[in-house]
């Protein structure tokens, strides 16, 4: 039997699908830029309003650029300052994932972006799904400080990496959370539940929406549509989980 007290996160992508979420009854805000890559740093302005307007608890993620997960120094000192940042804002916890070029876990500056981070609470993000060895990277994320690995079992939906996932959560054995996401909705989330005995899930219940834009010059040929959330979506996976 499920637990009264599982989790839904939702990840955001702009202010207005964060408040969007939250009157749905998301219990966390995974806090992103940049759909199309994959989720990026958002800005110190959009950082400042969430903190002013959201409620429930954010965790923003820190990536300065789409691509590889392999970061150089610069792109670290990036990170460990949008870290402080987070921080120094008050934000619940913070998103990350480094890896080497043999996809391993870059576990020296991972542990020291933890330490960075503390008292906030530190997600690795799916730069775990591109890693070499998932069944040694958990041990090494563990040993890093890490309270949750977001993952969708090394598969593109969660749905067909639910074996790895459920290995993951027995392995960890309370030590971390696993959080599935991507490619989980009303529809799967019980199933996923029942199979890997998660604790915590992940959805963007994304939909777009057209823009209100009234003139559209077309010799550019451009998506203006925007990224919101589905209410009634996060509403319905709420009263699953609960059950």
Same mark, same amino acid.
């Given at each position: 039997m499920m637990s009264l007290n599982r989790l839904l996160e939702?990840? $955001?992508?702009? %202010?207005?699908?964060?408040?969007?979420?939250?009157?749905?009854?998301?219990n966390r805000i995974e806090l992103c830029e940049n759909y199309a890559n994959g989720g990026t740093t958002p800005s110190y302005g959009y950082?400042?309003?969430?903190?002013?307007?959201?409620?429930? =608890? $954010?965790? =923003?993620m820190i990536?300065?650029? &789409? &691509?590889?997960? %392999?970061h150089s120094a610069d792109e670290i000192d990036i990170i460990r300052r949008d870290i402080?940042?987070?921080?120094?804002? &008050?934000?619940?916890g913070v998103v990350f994932g480094l890896l080497?070029?043999?996809?391993?876990?870059?576990?020296?500056?991972?542990?020291?972006l933890v330490e960075a981070a503390y008292p906030m609470e530190v997600t690795f993000h799916r730069a775990f799904d591109r890693?070499?060895? =998932? %069944?040694?990277?958990?041990?090494?994320?563990?040993?890093? &400080?890490?309270?949750?690995i977001l993952t969708s079992g090394q598969e593109p939906k969660v749905t067909n990496g639910l074996?790895? %996932?459920k290995q993951l959560v027995d392995q960890a054995d309370g030590r971390i959370i696993i959080m599935p996401g991507s490619g989980l909705n009303s529809s799967n989330v019980a199933d996923i539940i029942a199979q890997t005995g998660v604790t915590e899930v992940h959805t963007s219940a994304r939909i777009r929406i057209p823009s209100a834009t009234q003139f559209r010059?077309?010799?550019?040929?451009?998506?203006?549509?925007?990224?919101? $959330?589905?209410?009634?979506?996060?509403?319905?996976?709420?009263?699953?989980?609960?059950?």
């Open positions: 939702i990840c $955001v992508f702009n %202010v207005a699908t964060a408040i969007a979420a939250e009157a749905a009854g998301a950082l400042r309003i969430i903190r002013e307007k959201i409620h429930i =608890p $954010v965790f =923003p990536r300065p650029r &789409g &691509g590889d997960y %392999v402080l940042l987070c921080k120094e804002l &008050g934000f619940e080497n070029q043999d996809g391993t876990i870059d576990r020296e500056n991972t542990a020291r890693c070499s060895q =998932p %069944v040694q990277a958990l041990e090494t994320i563990i040993a890093c &400080g890490c309270n949750r074996d790895l %996932v010059n077309p010799k550019m040929p451009e998506d203006f549509d925007n990224d919101f $959330v589905d209410a009634a979506e996060i509403r319905a996976i709420q009263q699953i989980i609960a059950l």
